[in-house]
């Protein structure tokens, strides 16, 4: 009741306050005579209609949310955060070992999707951070868990997921991730990549420049270019052909 009170004289208005003392005064003596008579279910009934009377009241709804639902969301959000970092924590323990019955690369696109959802958060500055970090160990650590097919197939899954990313922090960390999918297929020692990952690269890079909906990233698609251009160099012409035709959509003239 105390709280209640508090509520009522939050009201503006003094006939709104008068009306809903009147309503809660008739509501608690029919309650007192529903509990003498044991009649559970119909006090659960009356309560419930109680709720829906002080809801009707908008200054009253005001009020239960700034004192109420405001405090009790923000000890979530905190609770939240606390738990994610915890999370991270463990992530990271688990990939710092070198031995495991999963991959560490598997990690790669639910990193990506949790540090892109922190970034339209405004509490989500220490997810972001954590989900980064983890990131980068990847890039830097785990080249010798992949393989053609699966750095394959992260790379088109990685341009599924990611079209609609426009953050510039974002896409770089995008470009260093498909940077680190194209070296799993490449062989420093002989300055050689695999032809499947080869195809795949020239492949994207054609369906970019005439890619119209903009459904493919840059960062990605020119990555492994300015990262391995010795080994990518064959295709150098292919590159000039794309330079000089106005029919490319990334290099239409602008009249």
Same mark, same amino acid.
Request: glycine fraction near 2%; charge should be negative; charged fraction near 25%.
């Given at each position: ?6 509520? %009522? ?5 003094? $006939? ?32 419930? $209609? ?12 005001? /009020?239960?949310? =700034?004192?109420?639902?405001? !405090? ?12 994610? *970092? ?26 990506? +999707? /949790? ?15 954590? #989900? ?6 990847? =890039?830097?650590?785990?080249? $010798? ?5 699966? #750095? ?6 990685? @341009?599924?997921?990611?079209?609609? %990313? ?18 799993? /297929?490449?062989? *420093?020692?002989?300055? *050689?990549?695999? +032809? ?17 909906? $903009?459904? %493919?990233?840059?960062? @990605? %698609?020119?990555? !492994? ?29 602008? /009249?």
């Amino acid at each position: 009741m105390n709280v209640l009170t508090l509520w %009522i004289a939050a009201a503006s208005d003094s $006939n709104e306050r008068h009306s809903y003392l009147r309503d809660l005064i008739e509501t608690a003596a029919i309650s007192e005579k529903m509990i003498e008579n044991d009649n559970t279910n119909s006090v659960a009934v009356m309560y419930i $209609n109680h709720i829906f009377i002080l809801f009707e009241h908008r200054s009253l709804l005001k /009020c239960f949310l =700034i004192n109420a639902l405001i !405090p009790l969301f923000a000890f979530l959000v905190e609770q939240a955060q606390q738990f994610r *970092a915890k999370c991270f924590d463990l992530l990271l323990i688990a990939i710092s070992h070198q031995e495991g019955a999963y991959k560490t690369v598997d990690l790669i696109l639910p990193l990506i +999707e /949790c540090a892109q959802q922190a970034l339209q958060r405004k509490d989500g500055k220490l997810t972001f951070k954590k #989900a980064t970090n983890l990131l980068e160990i990847i =890039i830097k650590h785990k080249k $010798n868990e992949l393989d053609e097919e699966h #750095a394959i197939k992260l790379l088109d899954e990685l @341009i599924m997921r990611t079209s609609q %990313i426009v953050n510039p922090v974002m896409r770089n960390i995008l470009g260093n991730v498909a940077s680190f999918l194209f070296s799993g /297929c490449y062989d *420093a020692k002989e300055n *050689a990549v695999t +032809e499947n990952m080869r195809k795949k690269v020239v492949e994207l890079l054609e369906k970019y420049m005439n890619d119209n909906k $903009n459904q %493919i990233l840059n960062e @990605i %698609i020119t990555a !492994p270019f300015i990262k391995y251009p010795h080994v990518l160099l064959s295709e150098l012409p292919r590159i000039i052909d794309f330079a000089f035709d106005e029919n490319v959509r990334a290099f239409q003239r602008v /009249c």
